[in-house]
């Protein structure tokens, strides 16, 4: 039987929030990228084809928490507000 799939954990953010891990992966034949939300391996996504994508999926629950932060921050222009609102919105679903 061939195998389809390989994959390696290669790094993890340097902060200490490290959410999710971006791990190498081959899926027949096709080298990407995959995402882990936990030390055993188990994949939020299983392939993505460009590490700027992974990346970007990886981050996300980080920029959501600094997002409802900075909502709750005094000073910031209405404006900024609206944007901060309607990102987590989409992140969210909403």
Not at 64 to 82: A, I, S
Request: with cysteine; proline share 1%; aromatic share 10%.
């Amino acid at each position: 039987m061939a195998k389809y799939t390989e994959s390696k954990i290669t790094r993890t953010g340097g902060h200490k929030w490290d959410f999710w891990k971006v791990g190498e992966r081959k899926t027949n034949g096709v080298e990407g990228f995959e995402i882990h939300w936990s030390d055993d391996g188990e994949c939020v996504t299983d392939h993505v084809y460009t590490e700027a994508d992974a990346n970007l999926i990886a981050a996300a629950p980080l920029m959501l928490e600094t997002l409802k932060h900075l909502q709750d921050v005094t000073g910031l222009r209405f404006l900024h507000r609206e944007y901060i609102r309607k990102a987590i919105d989409v992140a969210e679903g909403r």
